[in-house]
């Protein structure tokens, strides 16, 4: 529970940042919405909020040097900043073998659940928020968001990791599914998370 809310801790000093620039937007957005005779309505809007800083925090947490994201967490405790020195950029390693990562120890079961849970929302709200969003769009979506974090996470001293593919594009792919079993159960729920015609 401890690791999870220091994560979360370091994904505020991405998701905070991006609501700012969220609100700043939001009259510019919603006047371009309104000149194509739509409108998106409160529960739209907050979602959409959401989601914007869920990337912004997955930003922080996974494009920047680990030491950067324990010093974002440090400074949430009360601590110093402490950057030791270290490289911002420097040349991380790679797992191409498949199911590497699989062990049965806690920490192994907690970083393959949690590359699976952290990859939910990218299948899930575009389903909920956008009309035409298929399941191969939430597979693409998935695959593309990954495989751009595993190549960035090589310059900053991180690992590229095929596992990590694999799973976050599972993840995708089962929040894709909660928004199909979202609409079976509540199939007029939707429609008030998108955009809809000016009333």
Known sequence: MQRTLSYLFAMAWGAVPVLLVWLCFTPCR???L??????SGPAREVTLALFGMFCGGMAVITLLPRWVVSSFIDVANGYRWNAGG???FTWGSANFQL???FRADNWSV????????MF????FFPALLWRRYTWWKALLTGFAVTAFIECCQLCVGRAFDVDDLLLNTLGAMLGYGLW?????LAPGLAKGFQAGPVS
């Not at 907690?110 to 849970?117: E, F, I, Q, T």
């Not at 939910?120 to 299948?123: A, V």
């Not at 199909?180 to 079976?184: D, E, I, P, R, Y």
């Open 30 to 32: 919603r006047k371009r």
């Open 34 to 39: 309104a000149a194509a005779g739509l409108s």
């Open 120 to 123: 939910l929302p990218f299948g």
């Open 86 to 88: 270290y490289p911002f």
């Open 180 to 184: 199909l079993l979202l609409q079976k």
């Open 99 to 101: 199911f590497r990562t």
């Open 110 to 117: 907690y970083n393959l659940l949690g590359n699976v849970v």
